[in-house]
T-cell receptor, first 113, second 108 residues
Framework: DGGITQSPKYLFRKEGQNVTLSCEQN?????MYWYRQDPGQGLRLIYY???????QKGDIAEGYSVSREKKESFPLTVTSAQKNPTAFYLC????????????FGQGTRLTVV | GEDVEQSLFLSVREGDSSVINCTYT??????LYWYKQEPGAGLQLLTY?????DMKQDQRLTVLLNKKDKHLSLRIADTQTGDSAIYFC????????FGQGTELSVKP
């Protein structure tokens, strides 16, 4: 079945450790996005990529890094420089055309203790 | 820059109509979207409207667009308890910007 998969669903890490969240899609989508969701703040864009080997910072990129070596994969690394990393992280993908639906993964809830 | 604003909460009784409002800043947006998020899950597209349209109806959903005021609304007719969720409006630029989300609570 085609879709977009985030793993793991829940992730716990100690403060000061880097952690990488996985996002894989088999929809042949060019564009992929990472959002962070906090209560009352909706979705805030961290990074996005319109094409392989290229990505741009979103509104809250500090303390995060990404790579886009393959079309299917857009992993997000939460570094120790991110001051408040505990949040719900959502990955999305879509075709690059004018009106294309964004498909979302089920999210990863990261808790840093 | 691009910005999308929504009110955070809406509470209605089952059977009533719900109206969720959204304002946006990017006048070049060609498409505007409404997404629904169930608790602990990702977002699913509900409906969209092209910027040269004023209204779009899809079963119980009606989308109204006032391009002059950059105001978008989603009306849900005969709201059911299963409609309880967070609703996001979004505009399509390169970034795909979402509003804060409106939490709709439907009381029996």
């Amino acid at each position: 079945d085609g879709g977009i998969t985030q793993s793991p669903k829940y992730l716990f890490r100690k403060e000061g450790q880097n952690v990488t969240l996985s996002c894989e899609q088999n929809l042949n989508h060019d564009a992929m996005y990472w959002y962070r969701q906090d209560p009352g703040q909706g979705l805030r864009l961290i990074y996005y990529s319109q094409i392989v080997n290229d990505f741009q910072k979103g509104d809250i990129a500090e303390g995060y890094s990404v790579s886009r070596e393959k079309k299917e994969s857009f992993p997000l690394t939460v570094t120790s420089a991110q001051k408040n990393p505990t949040a719900f992280y959502l990955c999305a993908s879509r075709h690059r055309g004018e009106n294309t639906e964004a498909f979302f993964g089920q999210g990863t809830r990261l808790t840093v203790v | 820059g691009e910005d999308v604003e929504q009110s955070l909460f809406l509470s209605v009784r089952e059977g009533d109509s719900s109206v969720i409002n959204c304002t946006y800043t990017d006048s070049s947006s060609t498409y505007l979207y409404w997404y629904k998020q169930e608790p602990g899950a990702g977002l699913q597209l509900l409906t969209y409207i092209f910027s040269n349209m004023d209204m779009k109806q899809d079963q119980r959903l009606t989308v109204l667009l006032n391009k002059k005021d950059k105001h978008l609304s989603l009306r849900i007719a005969d709201t059911q308890t299963g409609d309880s969720a967070i609703y996001f409006c979004a505009e399509k630029g390169g970034k795909l910007i979402f509003g804060q989300g409106t939490e709709l609570s439907v009381k029996p």
